[in-house]
């Protein structure tokens, strides 16, 4: 069943975790979990302190490239009848964590750690333009 735009914002906004996909000038496909926080039609995404094997992130430079992303997240259940999945269509552009400390109180509103280690690097903000989803 079509899930309404509100249900889709409300479930998206409650998961901990989404997938990003980008595509570079290549067309190729890449697609990362990451932790996010929805406010309102933004999204904020940040490349935080954990380990990583380079700083020179794919999913930078795609954005940079082509600022067409989606971002999905679902819930599974072995009861099917609680099932759902929320995809968000928008144009991400990639900026400075200072830049925008609201989006990064939401960040650490919703994780604990990032209420222990702030976001201060770069920060992906997504503006959604289309909200889709389906629920069982």
Do not use: C
Not at 26 to 50: M, R, S, W, Y
Not at 89 to 110: C, F, H, S, Y
């Amino acid at each position: 069943m079509r899930a309404t735009q509100q249900q889709a914002r409300d479930w998206f906004a409650g998961s901990p975790v989404a997938r990003l996909a980008t595509a570079g000038q290549d067309g190729q496909p890449h697609l990362v979990p990451v932790t996010f926080a929805a406010v309102d039609d933004e999204i904020a995404i940040a490349i935080d302190h954990k380990p990583k094997r380079t700083t020179a992130l794919r999913r930078l430079r795609n954005i940079r490239e082509n600022p067409r992303v989606a971002l999905l997240a679902d819930h599974y259940e072995d009861d099917w009848a609680q099932l759902w999945w929320v995809r968000v269509d928008g144009w991400a552009e990639v900026g400075d964590a200072a830049e925008r400390p609201d989006l990064v109180d939401a960040l650490a509103a919703k994780y604990a750690q990032y209420r222990q280690h702030r976001p201060d690097k770069a920060l992906i903000t997504v503006s959604a333009q289309r909200w889709s989803g389906w629920h069982a």
